[in-house]
């Protein structure tokens, strides 16, 4: 097994190719869109976790997300009255490496790329797969809108939460869940009294959960996760600025915080986008076709993790390929090391987003106890089970232990 032939290029599938370019496996990216400036999310921001940086290092490709990003020390919750909850420290590195890193989602998807392209990973792009299908003689052959076809030993799928991939591994495939809230981000500038820079400040507020940063050039990074009704993507976008600033405004107006300012004092980079989750996929491949990150699991944006876990199964996928070989058996033995713990953090995000869904101060109040019950999740500590997550890349994959695992 010597070539792959992964769908998307965004983090998953960057990384991916990365990491079997690392092992000795030759990839090539196929990316729908003709550049990342296209992508629906262009104006978000996310946070890549100590263990998403962890993944990364095993594969040399840290580098560039910590040059583009920035640090936050701790987390502040804040109720709607303006009372503090709570502080908690975000969640660093146990062994002496990078915490946490903000970024925008766009910057991390350029910087990923630029490095894969500078170790010599091919990337096409405006290649948007139409089909996939294994061959008689066990290669995995997919097919373009442009007319090309591509052929390699495997395929795999990092193509996303409405994956394609995923479909054709199996018709009967779970479809994302609406979780019932619209997330939207903006940044803001020459706002009274700003958000300490080393701190995320989360407000519960009465009608909508508000978190937000300062990043290093004085800018305020924030987001909302508002209750709403289901809408088509392209309805979210059609949305202007003025009517996000409107509407967001208002949700916030009656409560005691920095909220409603800090929206109000945002320009016209506002974007917005369903929050969906797929907290178990039942099936991760056949034949030579495989599934990584949202194409395969899917949090809740609670957890801050959606990136951390889609670059753990990238190299987790390359070293079993690397050292198992076979498809069939190295595609076991992936899904055997990473099953139980993405269905583990998609529940526990699932969990936050109820837990932080508005309602009476009283909830508010009783969410005091967060940052508590936060570094509980799954009865161990965050930095245990969460952020602790490394992989060794040295380490061989042993097939007959997870082939047990997975049973």
């Known amino acids: 097994m010597t070539t792959a032939l992964i769908i998307g290029g965004g983090i998953a599938g960057t990384v991916t190719a990365m990491a079997l370019h690392k092992a000795g496996i030759d990839a090539v990216v196929h990316e729908a869109y003709p550049h990342v400036a296209d992508a629906i999310d262009t104006g978000a921001f996310l946070v890549v976790a100590a263990n998403g940086l962890e ?5 040399d490709a840290h580098g560039p997300v910590l040059d583009h990003s920035f640090a936050v020390g701790h987390v502040d919750f804040i109720s ?15 062994d002496g490496g990078p915490g946490a890193r903000t970024i ?7 910087v990923l790329r630029e490095e894969a392209v500078r170790r010599g990973v091919r990337i096409a792009y405006g290649k948007r797969l139409l089909a ?25 799928g990092a193509d996303g939460i409405h994956s394609l991939i995923r479909r054709t ?3 009967g495939s779970p479809r994302p869940r609406y979780t019932g809230q619209q997330t939207v981000c903006g940044y803001a500038r020459d706002v009274p009294a700003p958000p300490d820079p080393d701190t995320y400040t989360m407000v519960f507020g009465k009608q909508a959960f508000f978190g937000c940063t300062t990043a290093p050039d004085g800018e305020i990074w924030w987001f909302t996760n508002a209750p709403a009704s289901e809408l088509p993507q392209e309805e979210l976008a059609a949305v202007t600025p003025g009517q996000w600033r409107e509407r967001l405004t208002g949700l916030f107006t009656a409560d005691q915080t920095a909220a409603a300012g800090i929206i109000g004092a945002t320009g016209e980079n506002i974007i917005a986008t369903g929050a969906y989750d797929i907290v178990s ?6 034949d030579g076709m495989v599934i990584v990150g949202d194409a395969a699991h899917a949090c809740a944006p609670n957890a801050a993790q959606g990136a951390s876990l889609a670059i753990e199964d990238g190299v987790v996928l390359a070293k079993c390929l690397r050292d198992l070989r076979r498809p069939r058996t190295a595609f076991a033995a992936y899904e055997a090391l990473r099953r139980e713990r993405v269905e583990k953090v998609a529940q526990s995000s699932a969990g936050m987003a ?7 101060v009283k909830r508010a109040l009783r969410d005091a106890t967060l940052p ?24 061989p994959v042993d097939g007959e232990t997870a082939a047990r695992k997975r049973r």
Request: hydrophobic share 35%; net charge positive.
């Open 55 to 59: 993944a990364l290092r095993t594969i």
């Open 80 to 94: 709607n009255t303006g009372k503090r909850l709570g502080r908690k420290p975000m969640s660093g590195s146990e």
């Open 104 to 110: 925008k989602r766009a910057t991390l998807v350029r």
């Open 132 to 156: 996939a299908h294994t061959s008689p003689d066990g290669t995995v052959v997919g097919s373009f809108a442009d007319g090309g076809r591509a052929v390699a030993d495997v395929l795999i």
């Open 169 to 171: 591994i199996d018709a």
């Open 281 to 286: 996929t039942p099936t991760w491949s056949s």
């Open 354 to 360: 109820r837990r932080t869904a508005p309602g009476p």
């Open 372 to 395: 508590r019950r936060l570094d509980r999740a799954g009865g161990t500590a965050t930095t245990d089970w969460l952020t602790g997550y490394r992989i060794d890349w040295d380490e």
